[in-house]
C-alpha cells in the first residue's frame, strides 16, 4: 500500500507557473506508474498525465500537451508535475494516483486503473 500527500497548487495568473509535488511513503515507490488527474467544480475527474515506473514512459492530454511535464525521481519517492502558460481553464483540484502489477510499465491514462490517490491540491489560474 501508498499514501499519496500532493503540494504545491495555489493561486496563479493566466501565463504563470507552477510545480506540483505528490510525495509518496509506504511501498516501494518505484513499484508504482504514477498519474495526474484534475477535477474542476461541476465536472468529471479527468485525465491529465501519466508516467511510467521508470519514467521512461509519458502521456499526456491532448489539453495540456506542450505546456506540463510530468517526471519523478525514484530516490525522493516524488512525482512532479510541472505546469507551464497556465490558463483559467486548467482550474481544478489536481490529484496525483498510483496503479501497480500489469501497468507498471505503461504511462496510464484511465482512472479506473488507478489504486490510490492523494486528496488533492487546488490550482487557481486568474485571468
Do not use: H
Amino acid at each position: 500500500q501508498v499514501q499519496l500527500v500532493e503540494s504545491g497548487g495555489g493561486l496563479v495568473q493566466a501565463g504563470g507557473s507552477l510545480r506540483l509535488s505528490c510525495a509518496a511513503s509506504g511501498r516501494t515507490f518505484s513499484s508504482y506508474a504514477m498519474g495526474w488527474f484534475r477535477q474542476a467544480p461541476g465536472k468529471e475527474r479527468e485525465f491529465v498525465a501519466a508516467i511510467s515506473w521508470s519514467g521512461g514512459s509519458t502521456y499526456y492530454a491532448d489539453s495540456v500537451k506542450g505546456r506540463f511535464t510530468i517526471s519523478r525521481d525514484n530516490a525522493k519517492n516524488t512525482v512532479y508535475l510541472q505546469m507551464n502558460s497556465l490558463k483559467p481553464e486548467d482550474t481544478a483540484v489536481y490529484y496525483c494516483a498510483a496503479v501497480s502489477g500489469d501497468y507498471l510499465y505503461r504511462a496510464v491514462p484511465e482512472p479506473e486503473k488507478y489504486d490510490y490517490w492523494g486528496q488533492g491540491t487546488q490550482v487557481t489560474v486568474s485571468s
